[in-house]
C-alpha cells in the first residue's frame, strides 16, 4: 500500500458489524470505539449494518449468511470467548477463527477479527475494569485493520482496472 490515506476512505462502503451479546458491556466498548474511529475514515454508523448474535459461536453461519448477499463491503466480527470452566473455551475460539479464515478466502471479502480470548478471565472487577479499557483500545484498532484492509484491497482493484 503506497499511500492510503491520500485518496482513500470508507465513505462509499457497506459494512456488517456481527458481535456476541455475551459479555456485552465489554463488546460494546469495542464497538463503540469502532464506530468512534471508523468516523475518522469517513465511515458514518449508518454504513454499518448491526447484527447481535447470542455467542461467538453463532458469529460464522450469521457472517456466511451476510457475505452472500454480495451487500458489504466488509464484515467484522467481534466477541469475548472466556473460560467458564465447563469447557475448554480456546477450541470454541479456535472453530470461531477457522471458520471465519475460510469464509473470507471463499468469498474474497475481508472479515476483520476481534473476537478475543484472555488466557485468564474472571468476573471481578479487577478483571472487568481491565478488559473494559482493553475493548476500547482494540475497538480502535479494528476500525484501523478495517481501513487498512480495504485501502489494500481497492489498490488491487485499481490494479487489475489497468
Not at 23 to 41: C, G, W
Request: charge should be negative; proline fraction near 3%; include cysteine.
Amino acid at each position: 500500500m503506497n499511500n492510503p490515506t491520500s485518496t482513500f476512505s470508507l465513505s462509499e462502503k457497506r459494512i456488517c458489524f456481527i458481535h456476541a451479546t455475551w459479555h456485552s458491556d465489554l463488546v460494546n466498548n469495542l464497538k463503540n470505539h469502532f464506530l468512534e474511529r471508523s468516523a475518522t475514515y469517513q465511515l458514518s454508523a449508518d454504513q454499518v449494518d448491526m447484527v447481535a448474535v447470542p455467542g461467538s459461536l453463532e458469529i460464522p453461519l450469521q457472517a456466511k449468511l451476510r457475505l452472500k448477499t454480495g451487500r458489504y463491503d466488509a464484515v467484522v466480527v467481534a466477541g469475548l470467548v472466556t473460560d467458564g470452566g465447563i469447557y475448554r473455551h480456546e477450541f470454541v475460539a479456535q472453530a470461531v477463527l477457522d471458520s471465519i479464515m475460510q469464509l473470507q478466502m471463499e468469498f474474497e471479502t475481508p472479515i476483520v477479527y476481534a473476537v478475543l480470548t484472555p488466557h485468564h478471565f474472571h468476573d471481578h472487577a479487577a478483571h472487568e475494569g481491565f478488559f473494559a479499557e482493553h475493548m476500547k483500545e482494540k475497538g480502535v484498532e479494528t476500525a484501523e485493520a478495517l481501513y487498512k484492509t480495504l485501502a489494500c484491497c481497492d489498490e488491487v482493484s485499481q490494479l487489475t482496472a489497468e
